[in-house]
């Protein structure tokens, strides 16, 4: 089989570190390209010495790289930079975006959440929303994606079903959602410090978090009517792991089988048994997400957590999955590999 040519721009930072690992070994894929902004010119080896076992392309500038070597791209830059260099890309080219610029539809939302316009509205209107679980169908035939947010995904994995089968009162979700420091990036930075991060943990970003526009678009499509959950993240002293804790009103058993059913043959979202709660050191370094769904003491009410990683599951093992179906690949090529444990 002739392996798909990659190009990976943002690859100096984590979550293109973090497709190299897992291209490295993926059997339909094969790297031609990797760019860097402040690191352009150096190897990856001095980079991610992690990697330095591989073959890799030197790190170049964007505009370095030859269209002609390139299937398709997968864009792990940050929001706002990311509709620049997407819009002077050939027009016929596959692109797995990363960031958020192509996950919402409207654009007076994305003005709302992210303070500047849009500057690429048709790339906009063309992307498909990337979580593969709901959009498998519409990914399949897409030539621009946008992978999710991190914690929107995680979020959208424990409440989406449940707004679908109408088990849940859509006006009462509190999602609670801890974080590891690796969803921030790599660039260094206030407040992701080591030493303001580790043997502490506090919320950010309270009721403002612009994930909450995600969760109010998808919410609102999966329930048929306006959706706006409260949702407060927390940064945890970890380098990588999500979980979501959301509370609802619904009958938990109810609930559970909604999942169950929801998830039945995902081959990456593993629903817990009944009154079981997921722990991010289970999944960490894979591509799976576990789901778990607890009964309240008070009647009527239930507790659903979600986990996954947010630089797997969470963000690149993603835009693999969405990709592998893009390129008409088995979805799970590439992503097999159990979680790291301990
Ligand atoms: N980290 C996570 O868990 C998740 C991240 N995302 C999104 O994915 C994208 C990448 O995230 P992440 O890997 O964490 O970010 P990092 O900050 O770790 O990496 C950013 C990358 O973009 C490059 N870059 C920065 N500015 C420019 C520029 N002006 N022109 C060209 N390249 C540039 C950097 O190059 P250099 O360092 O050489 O300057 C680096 O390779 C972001 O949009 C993020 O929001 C989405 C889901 C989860
Ligand atoms: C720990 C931390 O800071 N995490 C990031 C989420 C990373 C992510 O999904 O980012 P984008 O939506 O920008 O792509 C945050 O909560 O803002």
Redesign the pocket.
């Known amino acids: 089989m002739e392996k798909a040519r990659i190009a990976i ?10 497709l190299v690992r897992l291209i490295a070994t993926h059997p339909g894929m094969r790297i031609s390209a990797l ?6 010119g ?1 190897e990856m080896s001095s ?1 991610f010495p992690h990697l330095r076992h591989l073959d890799l392309p030197r ?1 170049v ?2 505009d370095e790289v030859d269209p002609g070597d390139v299937e398709l791209y997968f ?5 706002a ?2 509709q ?2 997407i819009s002077a890309l050939p027009r016929n080219k596959m692109i797995v ?5 192509f996950r919402l539809d409207d654009p007076a939302a994305y003005k709302e959440w992210y303070g500047h316009d849009h500057l690429a509205l048709d790339l906009q209107e063309e992307a498909v929303y990337g979580l593969t679980e709901f959009y498998r169908d519409r990914i399949k035939g897409a030539r621009l994606v946008a ?5 929107a ?1 995680t979020g959208q994995l424990a409440v989406t079903p449940l707004l679908k089968a109408g088990v849940i009162d859509p006006d009462e979700i509190i999602i609670n959602l801890a ?2 420091v ?6 260094p930075k206030e407040g992701t410090l080591h030493a303001e991060v580790s043997e502490g943990f506090h919320a950010y970003n309270i009721a403002r978090h612009r994930h909450i526009a995600e969760f109010e678009q998808e919410f609102s499509k999966a329930a048929g009517r306006p959706v706006s959950p409260t949702f407060v993240p927390h940064l945890l002293p970890q380098n ?1 792991g999500i979980l979501a804790t959301v509370y609802v009103k619904g009958a938990a058993q109810e609930i559970h089988a909604a999942h169950a059913a929801a998830f039945r043959d995902e081959p990456f979202v593993t629903v817990l048994p009944f009154g079981e709660a997921p722990a991010t050191r289970h999944v960490r370094g894979s591509n799976h997400a576990h789901i778990g769904v607890v009964a309240d003491r008070r009647p009527g009410r239930a507790i659903v957590f979600a986990a996954l990683d ?2 797997v599951k ?3 093992g ?1 835009a693999i999955q969405n990709a592998n179906l893009m390129l008409g690949l088995p979805e799970t090529m590439g992503l097999e590999a159990a979680p790291l444990f301990p």
């Open positions: 721009l943002g690859a100096s930072g984590y979550t293109g570190a973090e760019t860097a902004e402040r690191r352009a150096e980079v790190l500038k964007i864009c792990a830059l940050p929001h930079t990311t620049e260099v975006d990363l960031s958020a610029d992978g999710t947010g991190c914690n995904i974080t590891g690796s969803g921030a990036g790599r660039a990588r947010n630089l969470g963000a690149s993603q």
